[in-house]
Antibody
Framework: QVQLVESGGGLVKPGGSLRLSCAAS????????MSWIRQAPGKGLEWISF????????FYADSVKGRFTISRDNAMNSVFLQMNSLGADDTALYYC??????????????WGQGTRVTVSS | SYELTQPPSVSVSPGQTARITCSGD??????AFWYQQKSGQAPVVVIS???KRPSGIPERFSGSTSGTVATLTITGAQVEDEADYYC???????????FGGGTKLTVL
């Protein structure tokens, strides 16, 4: 069955960096777009980035553009999120999700359980 | 940036019909997808492509879209349906995925 397991979260000081990882299994990883989505404590879901199946195309929400970088290693069945210049607003549970295409539009059909990032001095 | 607007909360009694709306300018041309998120859990898709119910989702869940408004309907809501519900769509460019702000459904 499809499994997505995030890791790499933790406590980081403002201005610091963190690299999240998501290990995928149970499907042909290189066939799928992947996304990162976050949820601040007590708040809603926020899509932040996706990467195409080959890794050639990436897109970001305005809130993280220029600070976060998504990448993938299809040989390792993993997707990553490099987060730089972190601020308190980046404190959240970060989910990795698989994208499924539905008639030319994508949605998230499988999610991990998330990894928590706390930005605090 | 593109926004999807949902009511913050909806409340019904068990057995009643709950309707949760999602408003967005691109919805006439883009699909709406609906997610259920129970406390402490990852979201689960309950409706895809405006109105399709994935395998394993109870028949009481249905979806529709009219113009710029997508609606999730739970016919005969159960206590176990209490959760936060989010709509998802994309902006007109197709590059940015966007969630609505979420609606807390209370069934009591």
């Amino acid at each position: 069955q499809v499994q997505l397991v995030e890791s790499g979260g933790g406590l980081v000081k403002p201005g610091g960096s963190l690299r999240l990882s998501c290990a995928a299994s149970g499907f042909t990883f290189s066939d799928y777009y992947m996304s990162w989505i976050r949820q601040a404590p007590g708040k809603g879901l926020e899509w932040i980035s996706f990467i195409s199946s080959s890794g050639r195309n990436t897109f970001y929400a305005d809130s993280v553009k220029g600070r976060f970088t998504i990448s993938r290693d299809n040989a390792m069945n993993s997707v990553f999120l490099q987060m730089n210049s972190l601020g308190a607003d980046d404190t959240a549970l970060y989910y990795c999700a698989r994208e499924k295409e539905a008639k030319g539009e994508d949605y998230f059909d499988h999610w991990g359980q998330g990894t928590r990032v706390t930005v605090s001095s | 940036s593109y926004e999807l607007t949902q009511p913050p909360s909806v409340s019904v009694s068990p057995g009643q019909t709950a309707r949760i709306t999602c408003s967005g300018d691109a919805l006439p041309k883009k699909y709406a997808f609906w997610y259920q998120q129970k406390s402490g859990q990852a979201p689960v898709v309950v409706i895809s492509e405006d109105s399709k119910r994935p395998s394993g989702i109870p028949e009481r869940f249905s979806g529709s879209t009219s113009g710029t408004v997508a609606t999730l309907t739970i016919t005969g809501a159960q206590v176990e349906d209490e959760a936060d519900y989010y709509c998802l769509s994309t902006d007109s460019s197709g590059r940015h995925r966007v969630f609505g702000g979420g609606t807390k459904l209370t069934v009591l």
